[in-house]
């Protein structure tokens, strides 16, 4: 009997699923921030205790967390240094050296993580053929490390000119901290990010060394508190590129955990996608701090090798922090059910990005909250039955929530109560609006014509006034909605991927050469894996990331693991991909090869988790006023569990379950599915 946990750490509330052959269990704590491991640990009590199961029955626990992007984002880690080839400590600074926004002379670049003062020249140099050209000046290292240490620093980062071709240098400093000054945390940007592109190397190894120590911190005090429990299995983490690795590979390269929550609900999403043969969909997932969206077409989400974290300028490309790292391609936003709602200087209503999370909280949960926040508005909207909330564990005041919704929003506007409450959900809905239709149009997609799949604590509530503003029609909310990122841990495999940088024209390839470098990035993907995979045959996929010489960005073009790899195939291969984007190829024009990766991946969990709830009786009918544009209708509250597959019901409803609330306007009829998943399509538009 398989019996796995899968815990999800979000900035207002820790998921914690137990699946036992596809039996589940669910709990939602609030997230812990002194110690994150100790809500994991209550949340598994409740789904042990909820289950029946023994701690020494668990057989593998699996692990997603935006602590680190939290960290990079309200920039809470380790004191970090950067020691770079001399002359080019600024590089980290002049970034692209352009404007996200032309026309705003008011735009702020986004702070570097090490402050100009930490950033030191190393008097060496490689070239860009590996040739040593200055050889590492030993004694200045030592003395930078030993000032370092002096002024509190506890994280190095080590980028070095062109050490993705030789990184002899790097790794001799980093042989110097580990003999010298063993309680440094070192990070090397030709094992993070062994890539060509100077800044994004250093932005992306600045990055992983700014979050090592906390994460590491937090990683081994799960371990032992797992252990101490009696849960001694391996635990596996999620990565932002959608599969589990290991513990020590998440220790050593966290900067690969920046989207590893809401890669997960883009593995549900994708799941769902294919099973109820949806050939293109937007993910809708939001919880307590974030909203994330996703799209999905042929049950693949998109992946990318470049990601930005918290990018603060209306979702704009080049206003957050790059990193290169495989990764889900979705757009997050800071809006979620802690949201804070603020009046600026102007009398404008603000929802965002900020959050009450889980201390204090939003000021209904009764913890000291001061402000109004998205979930205040929604139980003062009537969208959360304080009755029902979290299964009837954690109390809502709601004349708290008409409290403070009053006083910071709906008084200074000179509206009521519920204007107020409804102007709060309208400026999130359409700031979460704003972010799908720039990310779509980003990405050269329609929205129109797709079906939304919402999860996480917050969507379902928000997901039908969503879809209204993106014009989708249908919206589906999966059983256990309310942990869907936990659930998609439950399908994702075992996966880890390499990067080399070897530029090459296509014209000289040299094919032995690029079939050793596979070698041995197939080698280092297998040292990952061989504990993780537990004896199963992963998957192999290449990928060259080639362009017409000139051009200034590359193809991902799939390649052969058999074929030889030499000029015909490779420009074959090249002139499909490109094709298949562009409509056309270029001939007669020189092709050159700049990355090569290769990922290794177990197959994904063959069946779909499905919630274990036995059908009851349905109760008494409840009501509740729900509020739209500030007007009262009367809603039924019905019990999901109570509902039966194929079941039709017209809106307004509220469907309450122990993890969340789904909202049917009037202008909605929700079918319930035979996989027990409701299907909400607006009037006279059902697909």
């Known amino acids: 009997m398989t019996i796995r946990l899968s815990v999800d750490i979000g900035g207002t509330f820790t998921d914690v699923v137990l699946s036992e052959q596809g039996k589940l269990t669910t709990s939602k704590v609030l997230t812990t921030y002194s110690d994150p491991a100790q809500g994991v640990m209550q949340g598994i009590e409740s789904v042990l205790q909820g289950a029946g199961v023994g701690p020494t029955q668990v057989q593998t626990v699996l692990h997603g967390t935006t602590l680190a992007t939290n960290a990079l984002i309200e920039r809470r880690g380790a004191p970090t240094a950067l020691l770079t ?38 008097n060496e140099r490689i070239a860009a053929d590996g040739e040593v050209l200055r050889p590492l000046d030993r004694a200045q290292v030592t003395e930078t490390l030993e000032m370092l240490v002096a002024q509190g620093v506890e994280s190095v980062a080590i980028g070095f000119l062109h050490s993705y071709i030789n990184a002899a240098h790097e790794q001799r400093v980093a042989e110097i901290s ?59 983490l999620m990565t932002s590129g959608g599969g589990l690795t290991t513990l020590k590979a998440a220790a050593d390269y966290p900067i690969r955990l920046v989207e590893s929550g809401p890669a997960g609900g883009a593995i549900l999403a994708a799941r769902l996608a294919s099973e109820h043969q949806l050939p293109e969909v937007v993910s809708f997932d939001m919880g307590g701090t974030t909203a994330k969206i996703c799209l999905i077409d042929n049950a693949q989400p998109q992946h990318s090798r470049a990601f930005e974290v918290d990018r603060s300028y209306r979702f704009k490309k080049g206003s957050g922090l790059p990193v290169r790292i495989p990764v889900i391609e979705m757009v997050e936003i800071g809006a979620g059910g802690g949201s804070v709602a603020t009046i600026d200087a102007l009398r404008r209503l603000q929802v965002g990005p900020e959050s009450a ?63 107020g409450a409804h102007a709060i959900a309208e400026i999130v ?40 503003k993106l014009k989708v029609n249908r919206v589906l909310i999966p059983a256990g909605a309310g942990v869907g990122s936990a659930l998609g841990f439950l399908m994702a495999p075992i996966s880890f991927e390499v ?36 004896g199963q045959v992963p998957s192999e996929r290449r990928v060259a990331y080639m362009r017409y010489v000139g051009q200034g960005y590359e193809v991902a073009v799939e390649l052969s693991s058999t074929l030889v790899l030499n000029e015909v195939y490779l420009r ?75 079941g039709q019901h017209v809106g307004p409803l509220l469907v309450v379950e122990d993890q969340t609330t789904t909202i049917v306007p009037a202008d909605f009829v929700m079918t319930v599915l035979a996989d027990g998943t409701l299907a909400l399509d607006r009037h006279g538009r059902a697909a």
């Open 85 to 122: 080839t001399a002359g080019h400590r600024d590089a980290l600074e002049m970034a692209f050296e352009n404007r996200f926004e032309q026309y705003d002379v008011n735009i702020d670049r986004p702070t570097p993580l090490v402050g100009r003062h930490w950033r030191i020249g190393i």
């Open 357 to 419: 999370a889980s201390e204090p909280g939003p000021a209904c949960y009764g913890r000291g909250g001061q402000q109004a926040t998205v979930t205040d508005a929604d139980v003062v909207l009537g969208k959360i039955s304080p009755a029902f909330f979290a299964g009837g564990k954690l109390h809502l005041d709601k004349p708290r929530a008409e409290q403070v919704v009053t006083e910071r929003v709906a008084h200074p506007l000179q509206m009521d109560l519920h204007e």
């Open 499 to 534: 990067v080399r940088s070897y530029y090459t024209r296509l014209s000289q390839i040299n094919s032995e050469r690029v079939e050793q470098l596979f070698v041995d990035m197939r080698d280092e993907a297998r040292a990952v894996l061989h504990q993780a995979a537990d």
């Open 572 to 646: 074959e291969a090249f002139e499909m991909a490109y094709a298949q984007i562009y409509g056309r190829t270029i001939p007669d024009m020189a092709v050159e090869i700049l990355s090569w990766t290769l990922s290794l991946s177990t197959e994904q969990q063959a069946d779909s988790p499905q919630l274990s709830v036995t059908p009851e009786a349905s109760p008494p009918p409840e009501t509740v006023d729900l509020y739209e544009a500030g007007e009262p209708i009367s809603a039924e509250i019905v019990r999901r569990e109570t509902l039966q597959p194929g």
């Open 178 to 236: 580990r003999a010298d000054f063993p309680n440094l945390s070192i990070t090397l940007s030709s094992e993070v990010c062994p890539e060509i592109r100077e800044y994004e190397r250093l932005s992306t190894t600045t990055a992983n060394a700014y979050v090592k120590p906390l994460m590491a911190g937090y990683l081994g005090s799960l371990q032992q508190q797992l252990n101490n429990r009696g849960i001694g299995c391996p635990v596996l």
């Open 429 to 468: 809905q359409e700031n979460m609006a704003s972010a799908t239709r720039a990310h779509a149009s980003e990405w050269g997609k329609e929205l129109s014509g797709r079906a939304m799949i919402a999860f996480g604590g917050a969507a379902p509530l928000h997901a039908a006034y969503l879809a209204r």
